[in-house]
């Protein structure tokens, strides 16, 4: 698939066949999250696999929705900010900005792949945290389902028009296609 049209075809899938996709599969979307670019490349991410139907409930639980409820699996991507590039003008940390750009390069291999997912960052961190066991440095950032998408066509992406979003030089000049 060509990459523009792999841009125009992703969208967020809330309806899920209830079919678990394969290890191999999601290795191929795990792989696509690491290599994703980071500041200073110093990679803060972690990605955990959840498919265990027990860890699933309580996984859902933290994000109330009726179609989160029949996600197949997930995966929990998470910041690690004792790794995470801080900038040294104001110490922003990039953990959040680099995680995005993991999921953003998942999200686009599982529609390669012909596989859904959902980007999730309404849910209860205080959840997810424990029924993960994770560290305190650790943080979940985003809940990604992942499977395969019930069938109901493309919805058509509405996206701002061009000169409401890029600029040249100046801020409100809007750049010239």
Known sequence: MHFNQLLRERYSIREYKPL???KALVIEVLEAGRMAPSAANKQPWNFILVSDENNLKTLKSAYDREWFKNVPQMIVVCGNHNESWKRSTDQKDHCDVDAAIA????TLRATELGLGTCWV???DPAIVRESLQLPQHIEPIALLP???PVDNG????VRKAFSEVAF???FGSPLKK
């Open 103 to 106: 999921i953003d390069h998942m």
């Open 154 to 157: 493309n919805p058509a992406k």
């Open 146 to 148: 992942i499977g395969y």
């Open 20 to 22: 678990k996709v394969s």
């Open 121 to 123: 960052c309404h849910f």
């Open 168 to 170: 040249e030089e100046v």
